[in-house]
């Protein structure tokens, strides 16, 4: 079933949409994963399943949106002093925050949903936040990788290690960094 874009911004779709991810954010914390369903957040969010499966499709879909919604970044990157101390600060905050137990969940939830929509979403969200150090990085004069070069060699091996078992410690993040800062150069 194809999940349905927000039909009307704000308004009693706006506050659904809220109830109901406050409903799964809870249901989450309270109980195992499995245990959840879309009769138990409808009954929460105080909407009827219907609700949820007319908006949603399925389960599944609707926790990768709470998951989109969860990695939206809610800051713009810190300023260390130069385009290669903010990158570094970033990765190795955004490798952390991935590979954490919820973090990996997310990233789950959102791969795993029937579209890509999700995905490309926090795709964006990632080139987004790249972007701002690469802008601020030229504003200061200095070069700065391409942004596809970054989420190419540093994003993608970040959470391709996190998928699969090895993750990145911040040695391993840092020298990401420097590959890709020296090859711009």
């Known amino acids: 079933m194809a999940v349905k ?3 009307r911004p704000g308004g009693r779709s706006a506050r659904v949409q809220a109830s109901v991810h406050k409903a799964v954010r809870e249901l989450l914390a309270e109980m195992n994963r499995a245990e959840v369903t879309i009769p138990l957040i409808a009954a929460k969010a105080g909407v009827t399943p219907s609700t949820i499966y007319r908006r949603w499709g399925d389960l599944q879909e609707l926790l990768a ?3 989109v919604e969860r990695l939206r970044p ?3 990157p810190i300023d260390a002093g130069s385009g290669k101390a903010d990158l570094e600060a970033w990765a190795d905050q955004y490798a952390e925050e991935m590979s954490s137990g ?3 969940e997310m ?3 959102v791969l795993a949903a029937q579209t890509g929509e999700n995905a490309c979403k926090c795709a964006e969200y ?3 936040q790249i972007a701002f150090i690469a802008d601020r990085a030229r504003a200061r004069g200095e070069i700065f990788p ?3 070069a970054v989420m190419d060699q540093v994003v993608a091996p970040i959470i391709y290690r996190i998928l699969f078992g090895d993750v990145p410690d911040s040695a391993r993040v840092r020298d990401l960094v420097a590959r890709v800062v020296n090859t711009s150069g």
């Open 126 to 128: 990632t080139r987004q």
């Open 107 to 109: 990233i789950r939830d």
């Open 146 to 148: 391409d942004v596809d």
């Open 102 to 104: 919820p973090g990996r």
């Open 74 to 76: 809610d800051m713009q």
């Open 5 to 7: 874009e927000n039909l």
């Open 65 to 67: 949106d709470v998951a």
